[in-house]
């Protein structure tokens, strides 16, 4: 075969897109702009599939654990990345962990030892124009072709930090405390729904003690280049929001004006009182399991959250999808711009892959890559592209990010079980086992019609 496809960036997306396709007989350049005397400001070294960060691929228990089946699924994929990892593994008790230098020499090792694979040092400024591309170029896109990048799909559409605020299991919160209800009953713009929202009523002293809790809980701090980005008004971490006076959350995202809570109704009032503040959670993904705290981006660090936002009323059992965060992170607003093969709709010749499609994580962006690398051999060869299934780890992940989230709040999404169609009928103790299950039932086949070929 002698297609070409060009990859940008030899990150974990990248390397892993390029795997694929090569062992599938494609040619494959790799641009990357490591080893030129370019450098992004977290990486530290020219190698391949650098971790930037932890040296942990997270959990790898693939029966109970959703970021576990997805090494599942790639092992069953021929991934490099779970590949690499094996030979770089250290010990790390139900975590699979890497020697990070291991990790990435073998990871170029790999790639080195094709011949169809040439790793160019380059940096690209501008999004080709023809031929077949993945642009895979990660949270930290050099500046250059995030501006060409942003000039091809819009202003708006392209992130350069991810304000995260934490999101919430649906039927991890009490509705005997909260209530469902869209400030002054106003009807929904998309479905005329006047109780979008849940709410979390809270009395005056238990505010009190909340917004306490947000100026003296403990911070993560930026790291300086992080410090550099600006946040907007609009992004503003709720405890920055604390300190600015204890009356500011009330008039802001705990603003409780137009919510009438039921639970607190009395034969004067039959609708029920507005709290004396309220946290609100909207509705994150289309099946309706993940829920968004709205206005709580936060540096608090991570068990903190977990601590300080269980006593929020009707949280207190709260189990987190996701913790909230602050971080510089370019992706793409993907549920609106790509389709559900990850090409760009107006340039389909350009697919991306990895962080920059709003996917988090290094098991994550690597998955992404797999897929691309799928999808482009799929295309390449004239066939049909079979999505996995979206019962399974890496069929929920792409469903989410190509068009199942909600655009008008996506923020960057690990894998979790939130994603998954949701299986009420089995009990909560059940669900993640019976979660697995499914999705190991349903992904054989699929993986069945993977050929080596294909
Ligand atoms: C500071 C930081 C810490 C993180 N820590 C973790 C963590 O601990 N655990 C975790 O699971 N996830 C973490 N992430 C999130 C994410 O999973 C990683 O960033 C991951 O490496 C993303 O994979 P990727 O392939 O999409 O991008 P990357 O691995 O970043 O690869 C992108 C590659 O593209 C290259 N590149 C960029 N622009 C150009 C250009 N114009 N031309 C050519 N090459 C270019 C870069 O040099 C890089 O090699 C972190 C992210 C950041 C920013």
Redesign the pocket.
């Known amino acids: 075969m002698t297609q070409k496809v060009h990859i940008?960036?030899?990150?974990?997306?990248?390397s892993e897109a390029a795997w694929q396709l090569a062992r599938r007989g494609f040619q494959v350049r790799i641009?990357?702009?490591?080893g030129t005397g370019?450098?992004?400001?977290?990486?530290q070294t020219d190698g391949?599939?650098?971790?930037?960060?932890?040296n942990?691929?997270?959990s790898d228990d693939d029966e109970k654990n959703a970021v576990g089946l997805l090494h599942h699924e790639m092992r069953a994929c021929d991934s490099l990345i779970m590949g690499a990892a094996k030979v770089a593994a250290v010990p790390a008790g139900s975590a699979l962990a890497v020697d990070r230098d291991a990790f990435s020499a073998e990871v170029e090792k790999r790639l080195s030892a094709l011949d169809n694979v040439e790793i160019v040092r380059?940096?690209?400024?501008q999004l080709p124009t023809e031929g077949t591309t993945i642009v895979?170029?990660?949270?930290?896109?050099?500046e250059?072709?995030a501006g060409s990048i942003g000039a091809a799909t819009g202003a708006d559409s392209l992130a350069f930090f991810d304000a995260i605020a934490p999101i919430v299991y649906r039927d991890s919160i009490d509705m005997d405390i909260c209530w469902m209800a869209s400030r002054w009953d106003k009807p929904s713009k998309v479905g005329g729904g006047t109780k979008d929202y849940i709410n979390c009523p809270m009395t005056k002293e238990q505010y009190i003690a909340f917004h306490q809790g947000l100026v003296d809980g403990e911070k993560t701090v930026f790291?300086d280049w992080e410090a550099n980005t600006p946040y907007f008004d609009g992004c503003m971490p709720i405890e920055v929001m604390a300190e600015r006076g204890v009356e500011t959350l009330r008039f802001g995202p705990m603003k409780p004006v137009g919510l009438d809570n039921p639970h607190w109704a009395t034969p004067e009032h039959p609708n029920g009182r507005w709290p004396y503040a309220v946290v609100q959670l909207r509705q994150d993904n289309k099946l309706g399991t993940l829920w968004n705290m709205v206005g709580f981006q936060t540096k608090l660090k991570h068990a903190e959250q977990v601590r300080l936002f269980r006593t929020i009323p009707g949280l207190e059992n709260a189990e987190f999808a996701r913790l909230g965060g602050l971080?510089?992170?370019t992706f793409l607003n993907s549920p609106v711009l790509l389709d559900r093969q990850l090409r760009l709709k107006t340039a389909p010749h350009v697919r991306f892959?990895?962080?920059?499609t709003g996917c988090?994580?290094?098991?994550?962006?690597?998955a992404v890559?797999l897929m691309a690398g799928l999808m482009t051999a799929a295309e390449l060869t004239g066939r049909t592209w079979q999505a996995p299934p979206a019962t399974t780890a890496m069929g929920a992940l792409l469903s989410h990010i190509t068009g199942d989230a909600e655009a008008e709040s996506f923020q960057p999404m690990n894998v979790n079980f939130g994603l998954f169609p949701p299986l009420h009928e089995v009990s909560k103790k059940q669900r993640k086992e019976a979660y697995t299950a499914r999705a190991k039932e349903e992904f054989g086949p699929w993986i069945a019609g993977l050929t080596p070929a294909n």
């Not at 940008?8 to 990248?14: C, E, F, N, S, V």
């Not at 370019?38 to 990486?43: C, I």
């Not at 892959?353 to 920059?356: E, L």
């Open positions: 940008i960036g030899g990150g974990l997306a990248g641009s990357e702009m490591r370019e450098g992004t400001p977290a990486h391949l599939a650098e971790l930037v960060c932890s942990s691929f997270r380059e940096r690209v400024d895979a170029t990660g949270p930290l896109t050099a250059a072709l790291k971080h510089r992170n892959a990895g962080q920059i988090e994580g290094y098991v994550e962006s690597s890559g």
